[in-house]
């Protein structure tokens, strides 16, 4: 991993802020010439540290998705279950991240579903069989209050 500068940190906050933003005005707000604020940006890329780009989808205009968090504990904590359950992780796409905390809980996962039906199954057919799994807590989110929010005609 190159070790960035303020220059580079503050490029990747823009991009995560708005990674459309055009390469003329990102270089003006880091104080860069578009091409010296290009070739920063394609070093991030090919060295990793940015891994692609992606669209965030407000959760409005898909009305029926649900946003479940769910905290998995596992049954020893060892180099081996943790390998074991993050590759078993990893072959199921309805599981959007999944992280590895401290605290109670090992793993937290973000798991997006139409509705508490297809959690029943993606909970029984999934989340219970992933390896070394001892102990699963789902809640149910209820609104997400970060979301950007829509703008209105008239503040267009």
Do not use: W
């Amino acid at each position: 991993m190159p070790s960035l500068d303020d220059i580079d940190r503050e490029i990747l906050r823009l991009l995560r802020l708005d990674a459309r933003m055009t390469t003329t005005k990102l270089a003006d707000e880091v104080g860069l010439s578009p091409s010296a604020c290009l070739r920063r940006i394609r070093h991030l890329e090919h060295s990793g540290v940015i891994h692609g780009y992606t669209a965030i989808i407000d959760q409005s205009s898909r009305e029926t998705m649900m946003v479940v968090i769910v905290n998995i504990s596992l049954e020893r904590q060892t180099e081996d279950y943790f390998r074991r359950f993050e590759t078993g992780v990893r072959k199921h796409p309805e599981i959007r991240e999944c992280y590895l905390m401290t605290g109670a809980a090992d793993y937290l996962l973000h798991v997006e579903v139409e509705n508490a039906a297809e959690f029943e199954r993606i909970h029984t057919e999934v989340l219970s069989t992933l390896p070394g799994v001892s102990r699963i807590q789902s809640s149910f989110t209820i609104r997400n209050v970060l979301a950007p929010r829509k703008q209105s005609a008239k503040s267009r």
